[in-house]
């Protein structure tokens, strides 16, 4: 044995470790000990140990089974020599001096030597075995004479010990546990705090700790002798056991991760209340959200404006703020870590309103697997889907991703049930839409009810075109910052003919001359190209992309069928397999149909991009764009403002969009998507003019972005009526004064001077109140005043309330009800048709142009239950026949008739559920038909909200809840808990049921890997993307079920025996 241990102590000496001496670690210096600057020190070594402790969380290595002798006691020198025992037995004499209180709080704290988040402890506390020394720096005993001071025990307290040592810890608690309860009976504490080691430290603990001077009572009993001796052999023979057994393997990644993300989110949200300095890890952010940026969208870094923008004071200090930067200058990024800092760190909600269903489709899926990873929900409100008000959470916190509209239906909800202050952030992309027609309008609104309803919900405004900022800055009370930072340089061009011109805002007149176009034309193709497109284009791909904008849809078929004519064969090469594949795709989607021009552009690289196409089709050919297999697509300026597809070189084929000159804030759009960050060193942008149209484009290229103004008084029904009846409705502002109130502060209250020639604010505040009133929506209500002044108030009627929580445009609210009240009288259920004609919307009626031989085709095949239905409506087939041969007829309301007309489409749909079959039948482009159905199934959702508020229209509310549904997907039944999953459309769906993936369970459980390989043409981002979103949904659903047993189970407040026994108390 003795050769043995000398051999072990030669070992050990030369493995031996820079540590501090476990004397050192153990002693416990008085308080009269513990000068100022040993406290200094000492707090200096804590941060030091807080450090490496901190690094050990983050670089956990899995333990390694180890019998050799080499290890087995660590930076001890020698177990024959008893070093550790005999230092415990001093130890144990000094600790016999500490008063007692002391030695109870070192068992209360046994497990905090093995938990890294001392860091976060006022109060820190080393302890082995029985043998504490407390650590109290300069701040916590200042703390201490002001307040108690407690710790709180972490979850997962032993990962920090070497795992040699965690059996050792785990039969130390057991038998000190045991001789505890023998030596309890012998001993008097006289305190009345005592607690158990696994509670936590009495919070007047600390305030006794500052009393170590005093005289300390004597407690050597035999008990306590025998608890030393059988402690150090239970030393003795733990670490034997424990050097000679093997190494225990613990797996706790999963555990380590969790606590530093709820550590990290708490350190996050106390940077924030305090509003000091330290923002903690990535923007008052977890490190994990910075994590899984790299991981899920490539960000390993961000902009030097993204970091000033988000370190603003006026950011810091939650003021509300506009910012604005040129296209692709990585705005977005910014108003989603705002957003995860307001759900993850103040744990409130937030609303995000995007312009298009597409574009909040897209963020969704960006979004969703933010959401799994974090704990909160995305939920989405556009087109039919959203509910209101939203599901109250218990727990986790909700994104709301909106359009302009169900972001007003949204916030009126909120307001109504008295939780507006739960929103905490609301983020506007693209705020230069405020000053859009009726969008803009219902935008404004929204804005203004959500500064006047809650002082603490912040407001962030984002855009890339915005001129007269001031007046958006009064309007919002926001700041601004604005930054000219492109990722990738922009080089503007002007093409006249065969000459190029670079945009030169120091040249004389605005441009200088670059290049002569050198290209070998063809007669042929002089005809055909006049303006070089083929040259321009091939100068660029397929190498890189381009995008070629286009005046109109049929001319964007034309460009994109001419450039594909003159490309050379070698194009047909280029990624050929994965172009046929795309084709293939096009087809499966389509239930084997292929629009004839499509088919012959995409072998060559090039397709058309108009809202002529499917939601499917368009998908497919963005993600085919994306990945490169694309490399042209000719498009309208649509595109511009949806989703986000960049280009090396992008041509403005003329500097129209329809017949309309060119808008500098259209123009800044489309030139923004040139140069890809990343890919591209630079981007291109190439307007193409005639010589009639120089000095307007010279005046478009110069002048400064158009001014935004309010659109509120001028879309009369949508804008300003509209939002009286909601002040009215929700009890915001009930009478003539505080409705003007309100008026004045609305971004139309702040432009009444430049916007009011006429008449005042005043006058058209009473005229709007009167007509409301004259039309059955308000009552007016007399108020007598003291001072003999007569004052009006107004409530809100039935049909008002109805009308604004359905959202119904104040136009056709009073037609809704009369056609509904006369459907009651004769509803024919024996066809969808009678319901169909009720939900198609009044707006795309009013703009049919019917082809008057096709509706009578149509029409003649109706059966006799269909035919009642247009009898009851008034449309006989003798008037649609005349007015199919010409002959002149009396009188019938066209609106009925258009309107009967889209029913009859939308009909045919729901029965084939095949959008190119009714295509054909009706001679209408399928992206029309496709934007009627969405159209249909929003007004759908809204008349179902209309008649819930209407007793008499009971009857509509089941039979509309199940048309909604019909509408929304139009597909097979089977199809449709696929489709609820955001971004599955019924391409997609139906390769997913047919693989066997036939709920949203088994998409949610999908393995993303598998999904690639089984699924067509169906990327690795796509597949993370949609299994994320389908977790989102299911964790959405078991909640609110969760919620809704809860609240099942729940004592009702208002319980008599409770309201007694508070009214006696």
């Known amino acids: 044995m003795d050769e043995g241990g000398a051999r072990i102590r030669r070992r050990v000496r030369v493995r031996k470790r820079n540590r501090p001496s476990l004397g050192s670690v153990l002693a416990a210096p008085t308080a009269a000990e513990l000068e100022p600057g040993d406290e200094e020190e000492e707090g200096e070594e804590k941060e030091t140990v807080v450090g490496s402790r901190r690094e050990k969380a983050v670089e956990v290595e899995p333990a390694q089974n180890n019998d050799s002798e080499e290890d087995m006691f660590g930076d001890y020198d020698s177990f024959a020599e008893n070093s550790f025992l005999a230092q415990v037995d001093d130890l144990e004499q000094q600790y016999m001096q500490i008063p007692q209180l002391r030695k109870h709080a070192s068992d209360l704290t046994i497990e905090d030597l093995c938990s890294g988040s001392i860091k976060h402890n006022k109060l820190s506390i080393t302890t082995v075995g029985n043998f504490t020394e407390l650590k109290v720096d300069e701040h916590t005993k200042n703390q201490s004479r002001h307040k108690d001071v407690f710790i709180e025990p972490e979850p997962d307290l032993l990962y920090d010990v070497p795992s040699s040592q965690v059996l050792y810890f785990e039969n130390l608690q057991k038998s000190s546990n045991e001789l505890g309860d023998q030596s309890t009976k012998e ?404 239930s084997g149909n292929l629009c004839p021009i499509l088919n012959r552009t995409i072998p060559f690289g090039v397709a058309y991009h108009h809202s002529g196409l499917t939601s499917d089709e368009r998908k497919l050919l963005e993600e085919a764009y994306s990945t490169g297999v694309l490399c042209l697509f000719t498009c309208t300026s649509t595109l511009a403002a949806g989703v986000n597809l960049p280009a090396r070189r992008v041509i403005l084929r003329a500097p129209y969009v329809a017949k309309e000159f060119l808008r500098r804030s259209q123009y800044k759009q489309m030139i923004g998507r040139a140069g890809r960050a990343g890919i591209d060193s630079i ?57 003007y109130h309100f008026m004045c502060g609305t971004f139309f209250g702040v432009q009444q001077k430049i916007l009011l020639q006429e008449k005042s604010l005043w006058d058209i505040t009473i005229e709007s109140l009167r007509y409301l009133t004259e039309k059955g929506l308000l009552q007016k209500d007399t108020i007598d005043k003291p001072k003999e002044e007569i004052q009006y108030s107004f409530h809100i009627t039935k049909l008002g309330r109805a009308s604004f929580k359905g959202t119904i445009d104040l136009a056709y609210c009073d037609i809704l009800y009369r056609d509904l009240k006369k459907g009651l009288e004769g509803l024919v259920l024996e066809s969808l048709l009678h319901l169909i004609y009720l939900t198609t919307p009044y707006d795309m009626a009013s703009h049919c142009d019917p082809d008057w031989m096709i509706y009578f085709r149509q029409f003649s095949q109706l059966s006799p239950a269909e035919q009642n239905v247009a009898a009851r409506l008034g449309v006989s087939e003798n008037f649609i026949g005349k007015k199919a041969s010409g002959q002149p007829i009396k009188k019938v309301d066209k609106d009925i008739v258009n309107r009967l007309y889209l029913s009859f489409v939308l009909y045919t749909l729901l029965k084939e559920t095949n959008i190119w079959s009714v295509s054909e039948k009706f001679n209408m482009p399928r992206g029309y038909i496709q934007s009627l159905l969405t159209g249909a199934a929003s007004f759908s959702s809204c008349v179902l909200h209309f008649c819930e508020e209407l007793e008499e229209f009971w009857v509509y509310r089941a039979l509309l809840v199940e048309l909604t549904k019909k509408l929304t997907y139009c597909v097979k039944a089977e199809l449709i808990p696929l489709m609820e999953v955001t971004g599955v459309l019924e391409g997609r769906a139906k390769q997913l049921y047919n693989a066997g993936y036939k709920s949203l369970t088994h998409l949610a459980n999908a393995n993303p890997e598998v999904l690639i390989r089984t699924i067509d043409h169906l990327s690795r981002r796509q597949a993370k993307q949609m299994v994320s979103s389908a977790k989102m949904l299911l964790h959405e659903k078991a909640e609110a079920l969760q919620e809704e047993v809860e609240e099942l189970l729940r004592l009702p407040s208002d319980f008599p025996s409770i309201a007694a026994s508070s009214e006696k108390a």
Request: hydrophobic share 35%.
């Open 187 to 590: 001993k008097d504490w006289n305190s009345s705090s005592h607690k158990t080691g696994n509670e936590e430290l009495p919070q007047n603990s600390t305030e006794h700790h500052q009393q170590i001077d005093d005289p300390c009572s004597k407690v050597g009993t035999s008990s306590e002798e025998n608890r030393r001796k059988s402690l150090k052999e239970h030393l003795k023979s733990a670490m034997t056991g424990n050097a000679k057994a093997q190494t225990p393997v613990f797996s706790r990644t999963k555990q380590l991760k969790e606590t530093l993300l709820s550590e990290e989110i708490n350190v996050a949200k106390k940077a924030i209340e305090s509003s000091s300095d330290d923002l903690g890890p990535f923007y008052s952010l977890p490190s994990k959200v910075r994590d899984l940026y790299v991981q899920f969208k490539g960000i390993e870094k961000l902009y030097e404006w993204q970091h000033t923008c988000l370190t603003l004071n006026s950011v810091q200090e939650r003021k509300n703020l506009i910012y604005s930067l040129p296209t692709s200058g990585g705005k977005t990024l910014v108003a989603e870590i705002l957003m995860l800092q307001e759900l993850l760190c103040r744990r409130r909600d937030v609303l995000m309103i995007l312009p298009y269903v597409a574009i909040v489709q897209e963020k969704i899926s960006g979004l969703s697997s933010f959401g799994v990873e974090l704990g909160f929900f995305v939920e989405e409100y556009a087109g039919s889907k959203g509910k209101f008000p939203p599901i109250k959470r218990r727990g986790k916190k909700s994104l709301y991703i909106a359009t302009i509209e169900k972001g007003n239906s949204l916030v009126n909800s909120l307001i109504e049930t008295g939780r507006i202050s739960s929103l905490g952030l609301v983020v506007v992309d693209e705020l230069h839409m405020i000053g859009e027609g009726s969008r803009g309008a219902i935008l404004e609104m929204t804005l203004a009810k959500v500064l006047y309803t809650s002082k603490t919900t912040q407001i962030i405004g984002m855009s890339a075109t915005l001129n007269n900022v001031e007046d958006l800055q009064k309007f919002l009370q926001a700041e601004y910052y604005t930054s000219q930072f492109r990722p990738v340089e922009l080089k503007e061009y002007l093409k006249i003919n065969d000459a190029i011109y670079e945009v030169d805002s120091k040249a004389e007149n605005g441009m200088t001359f670059s290049r002569l176009l050198n290209c070998q034309y063809s007669n042929t193709l002089k005809k055909m190209d006049p303006d070089h497109l083929v040259a321009l284009a091939t100068e660029v791909i397929p190498n890189y992309s381009c995008l070629v904008f286009c005046p109109t849809k049929k001319n964007c078929e034309n460009v994109a069928e001419m450039i594909c004519r003159f490309l050379s064969k070698q194009y047909l090469k280029h990624r050929e397999k994965e172009k046929h594949e795309v084709i293939k795709n096009l087809k499966n989607i389509s």
């Open 683 to 739: 981007g291109e942008s190439i307007l193409i003019l005639q010589e009639k149209d120089k000095q307007q484009v010279l005046e478009l290229i110069s002048r400064p972005l158009e001014n935004c103004y309010s659109h509120l008084v001028q879309e009369f029904t949508k804008g300003i009526q509209t939002l009286f009846l909601s002040l009215i409705g929700l009890k915001i502002a009930t009478n003539l004064d505080d409705i």
